[in-house]
């Protein structure tokens, strides 16, 4: 069964930056593309960010390029999102997502989230 | 980017009766549409996708179709464990986008 975990959340300082973890396993990580989505208090799913298979191609929400970068590496089944310039809207749960195949396929497995907390 | 309309933003139905949610999509999206089941608190749940196919473990009552740009979640008679949030997400191109969620209340 695959496993998410997600992991690197916590109450951080507008401005600063943030560094969130997800390790995979039960599946062969480097045979999938990644994505990032999160999910504010109380709100909707938004998509934040995707990644290839080996990590040359990535691709973010218009609204958050530039301040956040997607890696992965593959070696140690584990995905990245760095996070920069935090701002109060940032805050949210984060989750991992793997989608059922390559690209333009719906998500079929989901960590659990990390917790984001923007605030001073 | 493609914007999805969810309506209607709660929805009260009894168990056992039927529940109809809506998903309609700014531009055509092909079939390249997903229902997601939210329970408070939990990781979403792929339900359906190509807009009508039951997704690995999905029960019977759930059903989804597809009429152009207008895309519909069915479930056809509810149980106390379907009360949720659902979301419909396209993944026809970038940016995947997500609807502001229809809340499936007793």
């Known amino acids: 069964q695959v496993h998410l975990v997600e992991s690197g959340g916590g109450v951080v300082q507008p401005g600063k930056s943030l560094r969130l973890s997800c390790v995979a396993s039960q599946f062969r990580f480097s045979n999938y593309p990644m994505h990032w989505v999160r999910q504010a208090p109380g709100k909707g799913l938004e998509w934040v960010a995707v990644i290839s298979q080996d990590g040359t191609y990535r691709n973010f929400a218009e609204s958050l390029k530039g301040r956040f970068t997607i890696s992965r590496d593959n070696s140690e089944n584990k995905l990245f999102l760095q996070m920069n310039s935090v701002e109060i809207e940032d805050t949210g749960v984060y989750f991992c997502a793997r989608p059922s195949g390559g690209y333009y396929t719906p998500y079929d497995s989901w960590g659990q989230g990390t917790r984001v907390t923007v605030s001073s | 980017e493609v914007v999805l309309t969810q309506s209607p933003a709660t929805l009260s139905v009894a168990p056992g009766e039927r529940a109809t949610l809506s998903c309609r999509a700014s531009?055509?999206?092909?079939?390249?549409l997903a229902w997601y089941q939210q329970k408070g608190g939990q990781t979403p749940r792929l339900l359906i996708y190509?807009?009508?196919t039951r997704a690995t473990g999905v029960p019977l009552r759930f059903s989804g179709s597809v009429s152009g740009t207008e895309f519909t979640l069915t479930i056809s008679s509810l149980q106390s464990e379907d009360f949720a949030v659902y979301y419909c997400?396209?993944?026809?191109?970038?940016?995947?986008?997500f609807g502001q969620g229809t809340k499936l209340e007793i």
């Open positions: 190509g807009g009508s």
């Open positions: 997400q396209h993944y026809n191109n970038w940016p995947y986008t």
């Open positions: 531009q055509s999206i092909s079939i390249n």
